[in-house]
């Protein structure tokens, strides 16, 4: 699986938007593109995943470069609840399993 | 609909007995992944399980071990505990398929700490 580089925290203010970059240089063209948030000692949630396009759904947007090799997460307008470590993984397309594997992460503290 | 549970919540075992985690998936999801998330550490993956088979397994020792059910439901058992087995351990569900393309959802975890 492609590595991903991850900036170890952020700042935002809340009802702002939240934009979290991940760095994939070195993805393959069956590689999906995804992203987890962890709440202290909660497990990870699932926010969105992409291929090529550009996705969007009711949590974020995920705006993926034309050459795939870095993406952006963006939380609209983010609030304290936001506040957890942002997870970006790529995974390749395979019958062989789905095992996950999160790095270091962002983490996003959303301030008043 | 419900999302994937777990339980107990906190587990507090000695040194050298033995845990057992459980983990219900999604309705209609029938892969189980089973994760260790020790403190300050990143998500290790342990077992993964489909259509009750073993599928894939983790680099963990054989005392670490599992079984799903025929309702898909899934079973982490820990053998000889050790103190660094303390941790968080995570199950996600996802469909099964083409991985990659099916989302993997998880659970609140079972924090076990071992005495």
């Known amino acids: 699986d492609a590595k991903t580089t991850q900036p170890p925290s952020m700042d935002c203010a809340e009802g702002r938007a939240a934009n979290l970059p991940c760095n994939h240089s070195?993805?393959?063209?069956?590689?999906?593109v995804y992203w987890y948030r962890q709440i202290h000692s909660q497990g990870p949630q699932y926010i969105i995943h992409g291929l090529k396009n550009n996705e969007t759904n009711e949590m974020a947007s995920l705006i993926i470069t034309e050459d795939r090799k870095s993406s952006t997460l963006i939380l609209p307008h983010a609030t304290l609840r936001d506040t957890a470590v942002y997870y970006c993984i790529v995974r390749v397309a395979s019958y062989a399993g789905n095992m996950l594997t999160f790095g270091g992460g962002t983490r996003l503290m959303v301030k008043p | 609909e419900a999302g994937v549970t777990q339980s107990p919540t906190h587990l507090i075992k000695t040194r050298g007995q033995q845990a057992t985690l459980r983990c219900s998936p999604i309705s209609g999801h029938t892969s189980v992944y089973w994760y260790q998330q020790a403190l300050g550490l990143g998500l290790q993956f342990l077992l993964w399980?489909?259509?009750?088979?073993?599928?894939n397994r983790g680099n963990f020792p054989p005392r670490f071990s599992g079984r799903q059910f025929p309702n898909y439901s899934s079973e982490l058992n820990v053998n000889a505990l050790e103190l660094e087995d303390s941790a968080l351990y995570l199950c996600a569900s996802s469909p099964f398929g083409v991985a990659g393309r099916e989302t993997q959802y998880f659970g609140p975890g079972t924090r076990l700490l071992v005495l």
């Open positions: 399980y489909d259509e009750g088979e073993e599928r």
């Open positions: 070195t993805i393959s063209g069956n590689e999906y």
